[in-house]
C-alpha cells in the first residue's frame, strides 16, 4: 500500500497521472469531496466549457448567476448541473466547501464575501475499492486540498494550466512532467 493510499482521500485532490493521454480525465484535477468503503464521488475542476449559465438557460440570462461559470464535471449523470461553492472563511475559520446548492440558494450564497461559484454538468465516481485499484496502477497522483488552489484570482476559467500549476508545485520529477508538450516528438 502507498503512501496515497493510507491519506485520507475525501477531501483531497486527485491529479490524472501525466501517463494519463486519453479521455475525459486527461490532465484532469479532480476535487474529491467524498470517498469511503462504498465508493468515491469527484468533481473535475478543471475542463471548462466555456459557457456561463446564461448560456444554458434562458431562464438564467438575467439571474445573478448569470456570469457562473460552466465546466464538465464528469462522466457520470453528465445531463445534471451541479452548482458548487467554496472559500476561506472570512473570520479565518477554515475552508467552506458546498456540493448540490439549488439555484436560489446559490443566488444568496453569490452575495458572500470571497465565495466562489461554479457550475459542472456531471461528477466522477468510482464503485468500492475501484480508485483504490486505480491509484495501485498510478492513475491518479493525490496531494491534499489547499484551499489557496481553488480561489481564482485573475478571475479566468482553471483549465488545463490548473494541472500543470499543481503538478508543478509538487516537486522537480512532477514539475518536469507537467511542462511536457502533448506530443513530446515536437519537442
Not at 446564461?54 to 439571474?63: E, G, P, R, T, V
Not at 439555484?103 to 454538468?121: C, F, S, T, V, W
Request: with cysteine.
Amino acid at each position: 500500500m502507498t503512501s496515497d493510499e493510507k491519506r485520507p482521500l475525501a477531501g483531497s485532490l486527485l491529479l490524472a497521472h501525466p501517463s494519463l493521454n486519453d479521455g475525459i480525465f486527461r490532465r484532469s484535477v479532480i476535487l474529491l469531496p467524498a470517498h469511503d468503503e462504498n465508493g468515491s464521488m469527484g468533481i473535475v475542476l478543471n475542463h471548462p466549457l466555456r459557457k456561463r449559465m446564461a448560456d444554458i438557460s434562458n431562464d438564467l440570462a438575467f439571474s445573478p448567476l448569470a456570469d457562473v461559470p460552466v465546466y464538465q464535471g464528469g462522466p457520470v449523470a453528465s445531463d445534471k448541473l451541479l452548482i458548487c461553492a467554496w472559500r476561506m472563511h472570512p473570520q479565518g475559520l477554515g475552508f467552506q466547501l458546498m456540493f448540490g446548492i439549488e439555484p436560489d440558494n446559490a443566488i444568496k450564497l453569490r452575495e458572500e464575501q470571497g465565495m466562489e461559484l461554479r457550475a459542472y454538468y456531471g461528477y466522477a465516481g468510482w464503485s468500492a475499492g475501484q480508485l483504490e485499484g486505480e491509484l495501485r496502477r498510478d492513475t491518479w497522483v493525490v496531494t491534499p486540498l489547499l484551499p489557496h488552489l481553488l480561489v481564482n484570482e485573475d478571475g479566468g476559467e482553471y483549465d488545463e494550466s490548473m494541472w500543470r500549476k499543481i503538478l508543478g508545485d509538487m516537486g522537480d520529477e512532477w514539475r518536469l512532467a507537467a511542462g511536457e508538450p502533448d506530443d513530446p516528438a515536437l519537442n
